[in-house]
Nanobody, 125 residues
């Protein structure tokens, strides 16, 4: 089992950058597929990015490709989401997700076993 705590959200102007962090407690962090989802007000939770546990391969939603970068530091039990060139439409609550030895990249929230409490990101125009 793993517990996830996100941090790094806040208010930023369009074009700016933020880095989200997700600290995981529990064992075997290196064996968890890690990901980020987001949920805007009145909308469904949507996939943002994922990083695999076995080879650190990454995948991204088309809407963030080229602007966001997911990475992990297994020594610190932490996954990051570097967000550059932010747009107002990136405004949402961002959630960290984990799945033990998950295969590939699941774009569906049902494919993930553990969730953080979320951190708000607001991008002003």
């Amino acid at each position: 089992q793993v517990q996830l705590v996100e941090s790094g959200g806040g208010l930023v102007q369009a074009g700016g950058s933020l880095r989200l962090s997700c600290a995981a407690s529990g064992r075997f962090f290196s064996r968890y597929r890690m990901g980020w989802f987001r949920q805007a007000a009145g909308k469904e939770r949507e996939f943002v990015a994922a990083i695999n546990w076995s080879d650190d391969s990454t995948s991204y939603a088309d809407s963030v490709k080229g602007r966001f970068t997911i990475s992990r530091d297994n020594a610190k039990n932490t996954v990051y989401l570097q967000m550059n060139s932010l747009k107002p439409e990136d405004t949402a609550v961002y959630y960290c997700a984990a799945d033990f030895q998950g295969g590939g990249s699941s774009i569906y929230a049902t494919g993930w076993g553990y969730w953080g409490q979320g951190t708000q990101v607001t991008v002003s125009s």
